[in-house]
């Protein structure tokens, strides 16, 4: 599975950016050319966990390319047939909802738009403090929808965050193998 044409789409879930690194550096080194997309805001904002220059460089550093952050510089991925797969992650709770009703506003709900015209998976790994509340409906809607592929995700602090979800970013290159052949990894639930 080598020389796949994977995009990968980043939200603003920021304290998850150091594991998607990892996780990305996995997909590079797996499946070699990887398209990076990231959101307006996680391209732009500043936080606690770094700045976006930091990420947007490390991003840049593993991928060999520069990023694409605007709904004009990814609306090419449609009528090229620019990927394979797409992958949103971490995917907040924000563009989850956007994407099950079909709201493209963000770099990264037009990507993914123009890739499913194609009829292409898309692989999610969720990042969300609403997942299993405010969220929960739009999680439903994205696991009965074709071409929608889930990394296998868990609560992250049941205790004292007890709606929140999180993607096992671990299982990514496993999640992807798999949406290739039109299959949901299994379990979807993972407990922590």
Partial sequence: ????????????????????????????????????????????????????????????????KKILSTIEAVEYIGPENALDILVIAPCTGNTLAKIAHSITDTAVTMACKAHLRNNRPVVIAISTNDGLSGNASNLGLLLNRKNFYFVPFCQDDAEKKPFSLVADLDKLCETLDLALKGRQLQPILCVK
């Fill in 1 to 64: 599975m080598d020389n796949l044409k994977v995009g990968f789409a980043i939200c603003g879930s920021f304290c998850t950016y150091e594991k998607m690194l990892s996780a990305m550096q996995a997909v590079k080194d797996r499946y070699g050319d990887i398209t990076p997309i990231m959101s307006e805001n996680s391209a732009s904002t500043d936080t606690r966990f770094g700045t976006a220059d930091h990420f947007i460089s490390e991003v840049e550093r593993i991928c060999g």
